[in-house]
């Protein structure tokens, strides 16, 4: 018998980008795809690893300033054995791995040991720190250089490594890595060596990301200014006379929604759609889902309906998720679409039929009239007197569709398929950034999302909680659930759409900035 030879793995060196976590390059991605193992960084921003297989090892090998959760000895170790055993190492670093990363030791330790590996670089944080704070590190008017040089061994000048003379007129603009500890010597360094005190400087904590804050000065004040705003790292310290441009190019940090927190309590798979509409405006999201869909307490009733499927008329979903719930227990019968025969199917409003396309059915009916009344109207239209309609609906839903169907005289089943839940808890994060007045609006898009809220805290906990947090209802009836529950309702729009929703919210922040 032949022994197969065991498989080497590999490690994959990428770059996360500087936190906004559109900014990893399409390989980077392509290669976090594949991996098995992610040991990732402090820097690199979580929402990345969503990007790697459900069953990655996911290994946390953070630095948080001079805190060595793993020493570097240890995570050179760690990639090695992984990749030795087989498994594809996705090393998921900051920034750029090779620019002040460490990822040129870690490559070292790899090529001693005969790993094959393969470097993804990334968007550097001085480059993407830079950008988005409005401040072009070369431009033809200011500066033809720009020098990238670490704050953090910048002791005494004279125990120095860099040179400070040479840095400080040799290069136009220069930015500073991990420097902020060090902000009044690295200043005092480049006047003492001959940069006029009224230099610009910026400094830009957690770069790209919704939370990215800039603060600008010159070499002369910025320390004690960072000092007064108790100005904390990670943030790069760009100086030159580019930083000027900023008043002019600045784009990322002055939108409506910039700096602020937005509480999103949508059920979570509804929450995506608003989540990143009010993030195009700068919102820093934070979701709190308040529904969830789960399956009925028993099948018993939807299983004799699939059964009978091709015998129906009609099938009518109202949701994207009676859609998605509805083929999971197909798929769990080993059924598939052809199970509809010949039974013609209406969808509720434009998402469920997109759900339903992406099963292979093109909805035979969309009412125009999205609402339940709609649905009836449509059949109405249609005529439906003796014709077996299947309508497998929600626990709560209302009773407009199936009465309005009986007094057409169709036969209708209408099983339950799933039942919407209320969450035991609210996520930690969202907790803590209600705590700490974080979050500067709270959104509701129907009654039962304040209900829910109001169970899952508890109603004076909730009112405590939501104080001083700008109130945004959808429409009169989410609103008056709000004030029932004591909520002072600040934003509502005319439409009761998430679009009219966020113009609305958009008006209120213009007017009270
Ligand atoms: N390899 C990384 C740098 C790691 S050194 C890169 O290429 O970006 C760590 C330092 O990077 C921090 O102390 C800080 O100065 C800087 N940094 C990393 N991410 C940052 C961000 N989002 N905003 C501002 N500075 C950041």
């Known amino acids: 018998m032949s022994e197969k030879p065991q498989k080497i793995g590999r490690v994959y060196l990428i770059g996360a980008g500087p936190g906004d976590p559109g900014l990893i390059t399409v390989r980077g991605r392509e290669c976090l795809r594949r991996a098995d193992v992610v040991v990732y960084d402090y820097l690199a921003n979580e929402a990345l690893l969503d990007s790697a297989p459900s069953g990655a090892e996911l290994i946390y090998a953070g630095k948080i300033g001079g805190l060595h959760n793993h020493e570097q000895s240890q995570i050179n170790e760690l990639l090695v054995r992984k990749a030795l055993a087989g498994h594809v190492v996705a090393r998921l670093k900051g920034g750029d791995p090779f620019v002040f990363g460490r990822g040129g030791e870690e490559c070292e330790a790899l090529a001693a040991a ?11 944080a001085g480059i993407g720190a830079a950008a988005y704070a409005g401040i072009p590190l070369t431009h033809r008017d200011f500066t033809t250089s720009v020098a990238f040089v670490t704050g953090h061994e910048g002791a005494h000048k004279d125990a120095s490594e860099i040179d400070w003379q040479g840095l400080s007129l040799g290069s136009g603009t220069i930015v500073f890595y991990m420097g902020m500890k060090n902000l009044p010597l690295i200043a005092q360094n480049l006047i003492g060596c001959g940069r006029p005190p009224e230099t610009p400087v910026a400094l830009i904590r957690w770069g790209t990301r919704a939370e990215q804050v800039v603060l600008t000065g010159n070499l002369g004040d910025i320390a004690e200014k960072a000092r007064k705003a108790n100005f904390k790292p990670p943030a790069i310290t760009v100086v030159g006379e580019v930083v000027s441009l900023r008043d002019k190019l600045r784009w990322f940090d002055n939108r409506p929604f910039s700096g602020k927190g937005i509480l999103v309590t949508r059920a979570a798979d509804q929450a995506g759609e608003f989540s990143s509409m009010l993030e195009r405006y700068g919102a820093k999201i934070f979701e709190c889902p308040t529904i969830s869909i789960s399956p009925p307490e028993d099948w018993l009733e939807v299983d004799t309906a699939i059964q009978a499927l091709s015998g129906f008329d009609w099938t009518i979903f109202t949701s994207a998720n009676a859609v998605r719930m509805f083929f999971m227990r197909l798929g769990d019968k080993k059924l598939d679409t052809r199970a509809f025969g010949s039974c013609l199917v209406c969808a509720v409003g434009p998402k469920t039929a997109a759900a339903l396309s992406a099963f292979g059915i093109r909805a035979d009916l969309v009412p125009p009239d999205y609402k339940a009344e709609g649905v009836v109207a449509a059949f109405k239209a249609i005529g439906i007197s003796g014709k077996k309609i299947l309508f497998p609906k929600a ?18 089943i209408a099983p339950v398929l799933y039942r919407n839940i209320t969450p035991e808890s609210v996520p930690e994060k969202v907790l803590a950034a209600l705590e700490e007045g974080q979050i500067a609006c709270a959104t509701f898009t129907s009654s039962s999302t304040v209900e829910n809220l109001a169970a899952i805290l508890g109603e004076n906990r909730m009112l405590r909680l939501l104080s001083n947090v700008a109130i945004a209802s959808i429409g009169p009836i989410t609103s008056r659930t709000c004030r029932e529950l004591g909520l002072h309702v600040d934003i509502e729009p005319a439409e009761y759409t998430l679009e009219a929703l966020t113009e609305e919210m958009l008006g209120f922040f213009r007017r009270s900035n």
């Not at 005969?114 to 550097?124: K, M, S």
């Not at 626990?395 to 209708?412: N, S």
């Open 114 to 124: 005969g790993v094959p590996f393969e470097i993804v670089p990334g968007v550097t």
């Open 395 to 412: 626990d709560r839903a209302r009773e407009v569709i199936t009465k309005g169907l009986t007094a057409l005289d169709a036969q209708l």
